[in-house]
């Protein structure tokens, strides 16, 4: 008799058949199958998650921001001129070419579907293609009666294969044409706003509408400040929601914790799910005067949690999502061979970005003044430093760093990148080491 079925017998005779069974299912090859299956049910569940589940939002969206009013427009008896298919792109909203009903598809190609109508846009909605929007629907489907968002939304964006704007879906590329301020801006009862930040609701729009494209202010509910002091608009880019399996530290500014932590704060406290969160960071009133006030750090369970249950599936598929590699004659391979040599060792740039994952295994913070640049949204995180971003993909600036790099994508372009460290950290890089660096950057 072996020792583990002396140990079944063993534990039968003392608990029961129950207990026995469990260890039949939990040891050896059962449970790595149970693993297996668990893995695969884990990245099924949070694909549909991250791009279909508004985990509650539309509470908010559309109980209180009543944002399906401005979308209906007053003709389909909501308010104002209504958001049609055509203004809906242009607020860099994106629509899923497979979800698209095929006679839509073939009206829209024909030109026979009018792209000015917003009854067309809730005949997207309706047919879920409109990403990380869903529309709720009156009984007789003719009225729009709400709506919430996804997390696909500001992560997701497509390839463009039907047209600019509507084709199949890129999960965890950054939607860097969404203008979320905007959307907000036309919501008809900003009060949960003005009452939230305790200013105007002029003030509120000020704030929302400087966002601009492809940025979004997910602390603004924390410490209520829109704008740095230099004027500009307190917003950070929409990040890659890809190739972060290994990364410690979330967000442009880290200290806020794993992307676990991450997703729990932006379900309850961004989306406004429904959900419990918990973070006693934010009773700090000095620095999170309107978190404190509101208690968003003891965020306790009202009617059915619909966020905690699903944040193991969400994380897994995040961690899932790849980073995409560059096209074939993206870059320069010669020249990104010199480049390599010179991000590993004259240039210093792999003592932070350490590939292959280029940010520190381990605690990947550092100070503003370490990377030369102000530290006014390091300081709203709650250890006051900016996360050495992971490189991702650095050679499409058309759609995953449209809008530049850095969290405010003050660097336009890689040149600028480079240009900055140099003098920084003076390297005294030649023009020719700078274009080597480049074109290894453009190839990770
Ligand atoms: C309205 C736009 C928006 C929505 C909706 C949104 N996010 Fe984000 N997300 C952002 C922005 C902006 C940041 C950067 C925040 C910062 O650094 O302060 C971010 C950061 C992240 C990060 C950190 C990425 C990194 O590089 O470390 C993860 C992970 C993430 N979001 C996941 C999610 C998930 C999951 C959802 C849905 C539950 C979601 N987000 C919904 C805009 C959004
Ligand atoms: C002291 C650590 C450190 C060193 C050394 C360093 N970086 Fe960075 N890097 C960072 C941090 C922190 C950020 C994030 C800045 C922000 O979000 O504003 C960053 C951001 C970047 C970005 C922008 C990524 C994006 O998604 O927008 C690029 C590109 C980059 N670094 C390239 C380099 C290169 C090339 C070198 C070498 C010349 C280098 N870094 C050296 C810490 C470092």
Known sequence: MSNRTALAIGLVSILGTGAASLLAQTSG???????????????????????????????????????????????????????????ALELGLKVDVDAVPKEVAEGINAG???????ANTLAL???????????????DGKTLTGVGIQCSLCHSTVDDAFAPGIGHRLDGWPNRDLNVGAIIAAAPDLSALTDMLQISEAEVKKAV??????????????????????????????????????????????????????NAYVGNLEMHGQGVFFDPRLDDAEKYPVAARTKQGH?????????????????????????????NGSFDEAKARKGEVLFNEKAKCA??????????PGW?????????????????????????APLRALWDTEKIHKGGFYHDGRFATLKDVVDHYNSHFDLQLSDDEKTALIEYLKSI
């Open 299 to 327: 965020k306790e369970k009202q009617g059915k949690d619909l966020i905690t249950a699903k944040l193991p599936a969400l994380h897994f598929y995040q961690l899932s999502l790849p980073t995409p590699t560059p096209p």
């Open 209 to 262: 509408e400087a966002w601009g494209p492809g940025k979004f202010d997910a602390e603004l509910n924390l410490d209520g400040k829109a704008f740095r002091p230099d004027g500009k608009t307190a917003a950070t880019l929409n990040p890659p929601a890809f190739g972060l399996a290994g990364v410690n530290n979330h967000t442009w500014t880290g200290a806020w914790g794993t992307v676990s932590y991450w």
């Open 112 to 118: 026979k579907v009018d792209l000015t109508d917003p």
């Open 351 to 360: 003592s932070c970005h350490v590939p292959p994952i280029f940010t520190e």
């Open 364 to 388: 990947n913070l550092h100070t503003a003044e370490e990377i030369g640049i102000d530290d006014f949204q390091a300081m709203r995180s709650p250890d006051g430093r900016y996360r050495t």
């Open 125 to 139: 909605l309706k047919a879920e293609a409109v990403i990380g929007v869903k529309g709720f629907f009156s009984d």
């Open 29 to 87: 090859k059962s449970f790595e199958d149970m693993s297996d299956s668990f893995a695969k049910k884990l990245l099924k569940d949070g694909k549909e998650i991250f791009r279909h589940d508004t985990l509650g939002s539309e509470a908010f969206w559309g109980g209180t921001l009543k944002l399906h009013q401005a979308i209906m427009g007053e003709k389909l008896g909501g308010v104002g001129p209504g958001i049609s298919p055509k203004k």
